[in-house]
C-alpha cells in the first residue's frame, strides 16, 4: 500500500489534524460522534487508521486484537502530533500528494479549466495563475497562490525537522 491510499478517521480529540492530512492528500474523515462505537465501525469498515487521544477506545478489543490500525496520540500540541503520526506510519513525504483533497468537505479535487473559474476569483488570480481546482461538493476553488506556498513551507517542516 502506498502512502497515498491511507485514509484516517480523526477523532474531534485531535481534530485539528484532520486538515492537514487532507492538505497532504489523504482521506481523512473528522469524527464528531459521541459513540465510541461509531468510530470503530467505520474505522472497521472502511478500513481508516483511527487517530485518538482517548485511551479507553484503545483498549476496544478489534484494536487490541489488530483489526484497525490505530495511533493513539500522546501530546496535546499540533505539531507533536503530526510529528508522532508521521513518524508511526512512516510517512513518506514523497508519497504526499499535497493539495488534492477539499480541506473542508474531504472531497477528491478535480481540475478546472481556466475558462469555468474566470468569473468566480479574483482578477489577479485569474491573471496570474494557469491552474485550478474544484470541490465537487462545496465547490470551493484551489489555486497555487501564496497561502499555497506558505502552506507547502509549513509541511515541508514537518519533515526537514523530524
Ligand atoms: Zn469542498
Known sequence: MIDAELKFIVDHN?????KWLRMAGF?????????DDAIVATA??????LLT???RIMKRRVIVAGHIKSVLIESDHFTAQVRQVISTLKLDKSCLRP???CLECNRRLQ???KETVKDR?????FLTQEQFSECP?????YWQGTHWQFMSRKMDAFWNCA
Open 14 to 18: 485531535v481534530g485539528k489534524m484532520a
Open 27 to 35: 482521506d481523512a474523515l473528522l469524527f464528531t460522534g459521541a459513540e
Open 44 to 49: 472497521l469498515n472502511e478500513k481508516r487508521i
Open 53 to 55: 487521544r482517548d485511551r
Open 99 to 101: 493539495f488534492t483533497i
Open 111 to 113: 481540475g478546472s479549466t
Open 121 to 125: 476569483v479574483p482578477p489577479y488570480v
Open 137 to 141: 461538493a462545496c465547490h470551493r476553488l
